[in-house]
């Protein structure tokens, strides 16, 4: 009993430990993707846009259309589209904004970055000015950041 009972112990320990890096945000997810000599002006970038409903929606709109961001992050913004088969992708899988800890860990600005230089590393290339103006890659960017949201608690017109 007493061996049965040390066993169920460790396991259950060693599950737990695994279970808090499986759960939690993958610490590379966290990282920043902006080269460090170019990081502290990112993240002074600030959206210049409201974060209404008129302009998430535009910034919707862009992600499932034009900008075909839900191809790889899916439309459910998990970070998975909807025509990748799971085992497929060589290298880092597409972010999943749905992570709270990524969407508190990056600033606006350093998305903004990525959207112009692209991700060294994934297959996230650049979008601006190619895809996307700046400004609509703001209104993307607000859209990104409401899947960091509570869903079921609507926004008011000027509340982020």
Not at 38 to 45: D, G, N, S, V
Not at 123 to 129: L, Y
Not at 142 to 156: A, C, E, I, M, T
Request: charged share 20%.
């Amino acid at each position: 009993m007493f061996l049965f009972l040390t066993i169920s112990l460790i396991a259950a320990a060693l599950f737990a430990s695994s279970t808090v890096s499986v759960l939690g945000a993958d610490e590379a997810v966290l990282k920043p993707r902006v080269p460090v000599d170019q990081l502290h002006e990112a993240e002074t970038w600030k959206n210049p846009l409201p974060a209404t409903e008129a302009t998430i929606e535009k910034g919707k709109q862009l992600f499932l259309g034009k900008a075909f961001c839900a191809t790889c992050h899916g439309r459910n913004g998990k970070g998975l589209g909807g025509d990748i088969e799971p085992g497929t992708l060589k290298g880092p899988l597409p972010r999943d904004f749905t992570d709270q800890e990524w969407q508190a860990a990056r600033t606006d600005g350093e998305l903004l970055w990525i959207l112009k230089n692209g991700s060294k590393g994934t297959a996230m290339a650049p979008f601006i000015p190619l895809i996307l103006t700046e400004e609509e890659a703001w209104q993307v960017l607000l859209y990104v950041r409401s899947f960091g949201q509570n869903r079921d608690k609507p926004q008011r017109e000027g509340q982020p």
